[in-house]
């Protein structure tokens, strides 16, 4: 029995050890077969350079309406978010103090009729010898000093109605109301008008590219608020220094508002077309991303390997991307299969 239990035991063992041996031949022969992946040759186009930029709005002129001299507010007529006409009234001061300037403008102008009759008769009366010089060249004298008395208290009436009934300088939307009515004028403007109409558009842009942007040059401006729908403005100033501390210089975009969609503080994004730059295009799929990092690489055949290269993506067109560096004109880069390859990697290719 025993001799017959130690033979069945070896034929068991050599069973399961035919066995193994197989399945290791089979294992091995997964091992050698090579990842399959598809490929497609790349090559430099003429790609439009965008430049992108975020932007702030502002009005094209501000308006910050007061009096010169302290004074008590009897009316308000507008209030925050009205529109304004040039000329329009937007608030009345008391004007205790005008009737007494009038009174001076009218003594004014009395006395100085007087002086000009006195004058007159001198003349006149020098000219028939009944006078001399002297008397003539003295009336001259206080004719002009009459003259110049009745221009300044017409210019001091002038100025008392100039801060009393408060007229716009400009068309706008009235943006700030700082007083009510019956309080005293102070450091504060009583109101604040915005020209809106135009608007002006702020960027920031790099000094690297100052060169390529100048006045009257379009640009497409596009807001959170409306969408997809874009803007059309014009660049009105590049500023003529660059900041030391972002290397960047400002740009204002003139941008027609009749409509009044756009208001200040509003923010946008600018894009202006600044040339051409001849660069590698690749279909988007070939791209990869590194987890957990913002590199981006692309897996590039050769002579049967790939190589794992790290690249610079530039802007998106349509289902490609610009590449401003990594990958050469001509080079042959993986489409599909990334997930299973490594730097250095033999490769099968398929149609």
């Given at each position: 029995?025993?001799?017959?239990?130690?033979?069945?035991?070896?034929?068991?063992?050599?069973?399961?050890?035919?066995?193994?041996?197989?399945?290791?031949?089979?294992?091995?022969?997964?091992?050698?077969?090579?990842?399959?992946?598809?490929?497609?040759?790349?090559?430099?186009?003429?790609?439009?350079?965008?430049?992108?930029?975020?932007?702030?709005?502002?009005?094209?002129?501000?308006?910050?309406?007061?009096?010169?001299?302290?004074?008590?507010?009897?009316?308000?007529?507008?209030?925050?978010?009205?529109?304004?006409?040039?000329?329009?009234?937007?608030?009345?001061?008391?004007?205790?103090?005008?009737?007494?300037?009038?009174?001076?403008?009218?003594?004014?102008?009395?006395?100085?009729?007087?002086?000009?009759?006195?004058?007159?008769?001198?003349?006149?009366?020098?000219?028939?010898?009944?006078?001399?010089?002297?008397?003539?060249?003295?009336?001259?004298?206080?004719?002009?000093?009459?003259?110049?008395?009745?221009?300044?208290?017409?210019?001091?009436?002038?100025?008392?109605?100039?801060?009393?009934?408060?007229?716009?300088?400009?068309?706008?939307?009235?943006?700030?109301?700082?007083?009510?009515?019956?309080?005293?004028?102070?450091?504060?403007?009583?109101?604040?008008?915005?020209?809106?109409?135009?608007?002006?558009?702020?960027?920031?842009?790099?000094?690297?590219?100052?060169?390529?942007?100048?006045?009257?040059?379009?640009?497409?401006?596009?807001f959170d608020t409306y969408g997809d729908e874009v803007f059309e403005g014009h660049v009105t100033m590049v500023a003529p220094i660059?900041?030391?501390?972002?290397?960047?210089?400002?740009?204002?975009?003139?941008?027609?508002?009749?409509?009044?969609?756009?208001?200040?503080?509003?923010?946008?994004?600018?894009?202006?077309?600044?040339?051409?730059?001849?660069?590698?295009?690749?279909?988007?799929?070939?791209?990869?991303?590194?987890?957990?990092?913002?590199?981006?690489?692309?897996?590039?055949?050769?002579?049967?390997?790939?190589?794992?290269?790290?690249?610079?993506?530039?802007?998106?067109?349509?289902?490609?991307?610009?590449?401003?560096?990594?990958?050469?004109?001509?080079?042959?880069?993986v489409m599909t299969g990334q997930t299973k390859l490594a730097d250095g990697m033999a490769v099968e290719i398929v149609p």
């Amino acid at each position: 029995m025993k001799k017959n239990i130690f033979h069945i035991s070896i034929g068991t063992l050599t069973v399961f050890t035919f066995l193994s041996s197989c399945g290791e031949k089979k294992t091995g022969g997964e091992e050698e077969k090579l990842p399959v992946v598809k490929v497609e040759r790349v090559f430099n186009q003429d790609v439009v350079q965008n430049g992108i930029y975020t932007a702030t709005v502002e009005p094209e002129l501000i308006n910050n309406i007061s009096t010169s001299t302290p004074n008590r507010i009897k009316e308000i007529l507008v209030d925050e978010g009205y529109n304004v006409a040039k000329g329009q009234t937007v608030a009345i001061l008391d004007d205790v103090n005008i009737t007494s300037y009038e009174i001076q403008v009218a003594n004014a102008k009395a006395n100085l009729d007087n002086v000009r009759q006195n004058y007159e008769r001198a003349v006149k009366l020098l000219e028939i010898g009944g006078g001399t010089q002297q008397n003539v060249d003295q009336m001259k004298l206080q004719l002009t000093n009459a003259e110049n008395s009745l221009a300044a208290a017409e210019r001091t009436l002038r100025n008392v109605k100039e801060n009393t009934i408060l007229v716009t300088p400009i068309s706008g939307v009235v943006t700030a109301r700082n007083y009510d009515p019956g309080d005293m004028t102070g450091a504060l403007p009583i109101v604040t008008v915005a020209q809106v109409n135009p608007v002006k558009i702020i960027i920031n842009v790099p000094e690297s590219q100052l060169s390529k942007i100048v006045k009257g040059m379009p640009a497409f401006i596009t807001f959170d608020t409306y969408g997809d729908e874009v803007f059309e403005g014009h660049v009105t100033m590049v500023a003529p220094i660059v900041d030391a501390n972002s290397r960047t210089f400002a740009v204002e975009i003139g941008l027609q508002n009749s409509q009044g969609r756009v208001l200040p503080g509003m923010f946008g994004r600018v894009k202006l077309e600044l040339g051409n730059a001849n660069h590698v295009v690749v279909p988007d799929r070939a791209i990869v991303k590194q987890p957990g990092s913002a590199n981006q690489y692309i897996y590039v055949y050769h002579n049967g390997r790939v190589s794992y290269n790290k690249v610079e993506v530039g802007q998106r067109i349509g289902s490609t991307y610009e590449l401003i560096s990594g990958v050469e004109s001509g080079d042959t880069v993986v489409m599909t299969g990334q997930t299973k390859l490594a730097d250095g990697m033999a490769v099968e290719i398929v149609p």
